[in-house]
């Protein structure tokens, strides 16, 4: 039902998101708090379907996806009306790709997402967005080719694409697995598979930037754990390798690109995927107990922290203008409460206590610890620290210079319910980690 109630609110909204937006917000928002009903009570395609399955883990990771879409909705404006359908059809089949159980299932979702991708960031205003958009479906394009030549391989060595029941023996498995990895390591932005990101995340429209750099890369890492644990369980030895060895190189390189960096969105961007790294530490530390919730822990902080930023950052460029740190001193004084928000949230990536971001590493790295992977989870320690430092010269431009003019802005409405939204989530699972550990540790 809920899968049904969203794919009709997209083909409803495009008919009224012209005339009158705020109808078509209505009727986005509706759609998402009854997809979210339906879920709860049980009502959703796993009670119709026999390649669908929901645990608990997998209701909270909806329940986030579907918040988190209604509070972007809430806040989209002018020309940028078109995302509200294919928000819906984006959460249609998230919905479905985090609860198949079926292999072949996950890599049709995964394009399926995939075309909605390129579609949100076609949205496109100037040379700049055009650009952006390029590079990400190209490098779409290449991803999708990657994944398929590795599971038209693995597609010969197993009988059934049943989670549970997938064939996970032989070096051709190893070599399949491998190549699928490596198309889905350029979804989850992971060196060296990055350059794209780098470039695409600072140069589409921003609000699809939050989608596309918070939602869809959280809801890949999720339904990615979970589609080959098998394969990670299997070959702990070669799980560790690869995943230390990639988290290393991602979370380092990435935090030192963005020291360097002066236009905000491209800081943003470099964060993204430096979080990439530490969101492999419990893949790496997949015979852990605590994988799951590591995995689960990330992507529900990930989602709601990396929309917040880039949906502030969003209303501050179409506002003032904004795009370089220069841009942004003294802003304290001119958006005061955009300034607040974005602040909690930038303190929340770089870890702060009591903030989601913080609880996420914990879990993560604890993940990490629980099977002897000290070496990794020092590093990450020490890159956590050194990016700390881009984040803490975004604020110190935000209250400690003087602004260039006396312009001042405030915030819609709709943009202030949305982030309100997204604020609660970042708190609440900075303070009560119980929820997650308990769906995902039984």
Partial sequence: MSFIILIAAGLIVPIFYRSNIVIAKLIAVIAFLLSAYFIYVGNSLNSIFPFFA???????MEFVLLATLAAVTLALTGFERPLIAQMLFLAGASLAFVETNNFFLYIVLFEVIAIISYILVANIRNFYNAEGA????????????????????????????IYSEMNVGGKYTLIAVAIMLAGIFYKLTVVPMHGWAADAYSQVNHAAAAILSGVIKSVVLFATFKAFYKFFVEYPTA??????????????????????????????????IAHSGYALIPFAAAASAYSYAGVLYYAVAYIFMQTSVFLILNDLRRELGVKYLEDIKGLYKKAPLHSLLFTIQIFSLAGIPLLAGFLSKAVAFYAGIDVGLWPIVLVALLNSALAVGYYVWIIKHIYFDEPKSSETISMSFGSLLGQLILLAGTIYFGII???IISATTM
């Fill in 433 to 435: 980690a119980t929820d």
């Fill in 134 to 161: 390029i590079k990400a479906f190209i490098a779409g394009a290449v991803a999708s080719g990657v994944i398929l030549l590795g599971f038209a391989l693995y597609s010969f060595v197993t009988d059934s694409f």
């Fill in 54 to 60: 929901v645990d608990k883990a997998t209701m909270i």
């Fill in 239 to 272: 799980t560790i390798l690869i995943f230390s060895f990639f988290a290393i190189i991602t979370m380092t390189l990435a935090n030192f690109m963005a020291l360097w960096q002066k236009r905000i969105s491209k800081i943003l961007a470099y964060s993204s």
